[in-house]
């Protein structure tokens, strides 16, 4: 698995959270899909590079089990949350956005901004687990027009209960959204049987396919009852009218399209997604645990990882320690405040996993799970 990527030279490599490594094969797609129809086409060269897109369309569709005329490219999680909420329309006691204080900061900007709109965005406490359903369930009524929730949380490791979120959401009549940027290609997505109404991702992390190539997923029943105000021609119903006094929606997921379309992020994001159908996502999960296992056992204390990611976060007291034990090690890590994130992807092994866990041990460092 490890000969699929190119791995960062230096220490272990444990940032897939932040950004996952290169595929071999992504090189031979640009070239394929970008850059030789550009070089000998010019122009002409828009055919495959519209094909690429819906070759990135059908890939995302077999990720998470759904059809590929119900995912939409997108620039970015927060362009693919902005377009989706905005085709909504807040009414009277009914206008509120639902999120944890926990969730990516990018997902609350995103929602207070449309405050301007009519909304009016409700946290969930961060102190609240978002881990517990019950604290969903307590702040769920029927002023709630949309709720976000995050599969996995990038501080934390914690997963939303998402089959208990979307039933709430059915119940109280509000549009069911979920956030998988931190969980796609680690942990299954399945939003048909989540029972979800939308899904937005990323490629750049577990996907290993970089920034620049993120994604909309809607049930396909609800597409026409949202009208999104990022308008452009790539989302009309026929991108080649030309006729600048009539605009009409797609029929399908393509109304999230907007403008002209990068195709680069896109190509380069197939060439991650395939490469980890390739080696499938249970394996992922599985070599993860494993690698988590031979950490836990190094270091000396049970890790539990129900209820997580595949990211390990944990708090430590003494930050400084901490760096001055790793940095013999070359370990590619990082810090959001006192809490380590390390990942392990199929390019690290069950013996970078035990040195992670040995130099904590032999360092005297100690931790607990973020929460």
Same mark, same amino acid.
């Given at each position: 698995?490890?000969?699929?990527?190119?791995?960062?030279?230096?220490?272990?490599?444990? !940032?897939?959270?932040?950004?996952?490594?290169?595929?071999?094969?992504?090189?031979?797609?640009?070239?394929?899909?970008?850059?030789?129809?550009?070089?000998?086409?010019?122009?002409?060269?828009?055919?495959?590079?519209?094909?690429?897109?819906?070759? @990135?369309?059908?890939?995302? +569709?077999?990720?998470?089990?759904?059809?590929?005329?119900?995912?939409?490219?997108? *620039?970015?999680?927060?362009?693919?949350?902005?377009? !989706?909420?905005?085709?909504?329309?807040?009414?009277?006691?009914?206008?509120?956005?639902?999120?944890?204080?926990?969730?990516?900061?990018?997902?609350?900007?995103?929602?207070?901004?449309?405050?301007?709109?009519?909304?009016?965005?409700?946290?969930?406490?961060?102190? *609240?687990?978002?881990?517990?359903?019950?604290?969903?369930?307590?702040? @769920?009524?029927?002023?709630?027009? +949309?709720?976000?929730?995050?599969?996995?949380?990038?501080?934390?490791?914690?997963?939303?209960?998402?089959?208990?979120?979307?039933?709430?959401?059915?119940?109280?009549?509000?549009?069911?959204?979920?956030?998988?940027? *931190?969980?796609?290609?680690?942990?299954?997505?399945?939003?048909?049987?989540?029972?979800?109404?939308?899904?937005?991702?990323?490629?750049?992390?577990?996907?290993?396919?970089?920034?620049?190539?993120?994604?909309?997923?809607?049930?396909?029943?609800?597409?026409?009852?949202?009208?999104?105000?990022?308008?452009?021609?790539?989302?009309?119903?026929?991108?080649?009218?030309?006729?600048?006094?009539? @605009?009409?929606?797609?029929?399908?997921?393509?109304?999230?399209?907007?403008?002209?379309?990068?195709?680069?992020?896109?190509?380069?994001?197939?060439?991650?997604?395939?490469?980890?159908?390739?080696?499938?996502?249970?394996?992922?999960?599985?070599?993860?645990?494993?690698?988590?296992?031979?950490?836990?056992?190094?270091?000396?204390?049970?890790? +539990?990882?129900?209820?997580?990611?595949?990211?390990?976060?944990?708090? @430590?007291?003494?930050?400084?320690?901490?760096?001055?034990?790793?940095?013999?090690?070359?370990?590619?890590?990082?810090?959001?405040?006192?809490?380590?994130?390390?990942?392990?992807?199929?390019?690290?092994?069950?013996? *970078?996993?035990?040195? !992670?866990?040995?130099?904590?041990?032999?360092?005297?460092?100690?931790?607990?799970?973020?929460?």
């Amino acid at each position: 698995m490890h000969d699929l990527f190119h791995v960062p030279e230096g220490g272990p490599y444990l !940032l897939t959270h932040s950004v996952g490594c290169l595929p071999r094969k992504a090189r031979e797609v640009l070239e394929g899909s970008y850059l030789a129809p550009w070089q000998s086409t010019g122009g002409a060269a828009w055919g495959p590079w519209l094909d690429e897109i819906e070759r @990135f369309r059908a890939a995302v +569709a077999a990720l998470i089990g759904t059809d590929a005329a119900e995912v939409a490219p997108q *620039q970015s999680v927060s362009s693919a949350l902005f377009s !989706l909420l905005s085709g909504l329309r807040p009414a009277p006691g009914r206008n509120r956005v639902l999120m944890s204080e926990q969730a990516f900061p990018t997902v609350g900007y995103v929602a207070q901004g449309l405050e301007r709109l009519g909304f009016e965005t409700r946290f969930i406490p961060a102190a *609240q687990s978002p881990g517990d359903a019950e604290n969903w369930e307590r702040h @769920f009524d029927d002023s709630v027009a +949309a709720v976000v929730a995050m599969h996995v949380h990038s501080n934390t490791g914690v997963t939303s209960p998402i089959p208990e979120i979307a039933e709430m959401a059915h119940r109280h009549g509000a549009l069911s959204i979920v956030d998988v940027a *931190q969980s796609s290609g680690i942990l299954p997505v399945a939003p048909r049987a989540w029972g979800i109404d939308a899904v937005i991702g990323s490629s750049v992390k577990w996907l290993c396919g970089g920034p620049g190539a993120a994604w909309l997923w809607l049930r396909g029943n609800l597409t026409a009852t949202l009208e999104p105000l990022d308008l452009g021609w790539f989302g009309h119903e026929n991108p080649y009218e030309f006729d600048i006094r009539h @605009f009409r929606h797609a029929p399908d997921a393509r109304r999230f399209q907007s403008g002209s379309p990068s195709i680069a992020p896109f190509a380069l994001a197939r060439a991650g997604i395939e490469t980890v159908m390739r080696i499938g996502q249970s394996e992922i999960l599985r070599h993860n645990r494993a690698c988590i296992d031979a950490f836990a056992e190094a270091v000396g204390r049970p890790v +539990a990882m129900d209820g997580r990611g595949g990211t390990l976060c944990l708090t @430590f007291d003494d930050i400084d320690g901490l760096r001055t034990a790793l940095a013999p090690g070359g370990f590619h890590y990082d810090l959001r405040g006192n809490c380590l994130r390390a990942s392990f992807h199929a390019w690290n092994t069950t013996e *970078q996993a035990a040195l !992670l866990g040995r130099t904590f041990a032999e360092a005297g460092l100690t931790f607990q799970p973020a929460s």
